[in-house]
């Protein structure tokens, strides 16, 4: 069972570059040894193809709207690279148009590129319109929402903005637990530290902590860029989940939104199926007011045919004995 999204204005608000198509998301990833190389408006980064010497160029949430660059240019970029293909991982443009001109954008995408077989981000999004004033937003959230946002202010849940080296080994902390607890692959804690001091050097990361009586609950890792805001990592303690620290550290985290004056607050993945493993966070996002809206599919951009069909196969292979593993871990 599939849930119907609505699309509005918040469209027009979607024309933003990326944070992870930014410059300073491309220092992050060059410092994690995946060199960022930049053509024109675009950015990609290399990721080796094992036992080859060609490598995966990865760009993922291209605008193709507000993102300039020449095809020719790439080409030649990815060549002397030694990239086998160039994916663009659910580019950063909405499926539903009604002027039209999303449908221009992929006949032009399909005149260089092919279909990905796999996309890395979810092509599902939830997007809240922070353009509004405070109270209208506050309307906008589902009852038990904005029910159980009270009631963990009520019952003394705090949230604070820690963006030091305590706020940070917080989030790392409780990160890694829910990860363990709920079965998902997390990056390395050298990943989320670098993210992290990378983007908040130039005002662009922060963490927020909702403790009780000075005990942790949860921890939101949030990256802004121009109008948005992004929350991106997460995680929460399994203990005094009655005081519903999650729904106060959402919706302070909406504030902080509008407090960097920020359009959109982008919750960076959810999924439309109600019988799909991870409806429960999207039920949990849509309940801030927030629309559920479908991205345009992931394309490759292909530059040697035969390394990159070798590399699809081994690449499907590799995930389905990465995921047979996690889930004997999860029984056991």
């Known amino acids: 069972m599939t849930y119907e999204c609505s699309i509005s204005s918040i469209q027009i608000k979607q024309l933003d570059v990326h944070i992870v198509q930014t410059p300073e998301w491309g220092e992050f990833k060059t410092k994690m040894g995946t060199p960022s190389i930049r053509v024109g408006d675009l950015q990609f980064t290399k990721h080796p193809i094992p036992f080859t010497p060609y490598f995966v160029g990865y760009a993922p949430k291209v605008n193709f709207i507000s993102q300039?660059?020449?095809w020719n240019e790439l080409r030649a970029v990815a060549e002397e690279e030694k990239c086998a293909v160039i994916r663009f991982d659910i580019p950063n443009i909405l499926k539903e148009d009604s002027s039209g001109t999303n449908k221009k954008i992929i006949e032009k995408i399909d005149d260089h590129c092919r279909k990905s077989p796999r996309n890395t981000f979810t092509k599902w999004n939830i997007l809240i319109d922070l353009d509004k004033p405070e109270e209208e937003i506050i309307a906008g959230l589902e009852q038990k929402t904005r029910y159980n946002s009270r009631l963990a202010a009520r019952k003394g849940v705090e949230v604070t903005l820690e963006n030091n080296t305590k706020g940070l080994k917080t989030f790392l902390q409780l990160h890694f637990d829910t990860a363990k607890r709920q079965g998902f692959f997390p990056h390395s804690e050298k990943y989320y530290t670098e993210a992290f001091e990378t983007l908040n050097k130039y005002n662009k990361a922060n963490i927020l902590i909702a403790s009780y009586k000075d005990r942790p609950l949860a921890a939101w890792m949030l990256f802004n860029h121009e109008n948005t805001i992004y929350y991106t990592y997460g995680g929460s303690s399994n203990e005094n989940r009655d005081l519903m620290a999650s729904n106060l550290i959402a919706y302070e985290a909406i504030k902080l939104g509008k407090r960097l004056n920020c359009k959109v607050f982008d919750m960076w993945g959810a999924t439309n199926n109600r019988n799909d493993e991870y409806w429960g966070f999207t039920r949990f996002k849509l309940g801030y007011g927030g629309e559920l809206v479908e991205h345009i599919d992931?394309?490759?951009?292909?530059?040697?045919?035969?390394?990159?069909?070798?590399?699809?196969f081994a690449y499907d292979l590799f995930w389905k004995i990465k995921k047979a593993k996690l889930k004997g871990q999860a029984v056991q």
Not at 298 to 308: A, L, Q
């Open 298 to 312: 992931s394309y490759d951009f292909v530059i040697n045919p035969i390394v990159y069909f070798a590399f699809n």
């Open 68 to 70: 300039k660059f020449s």
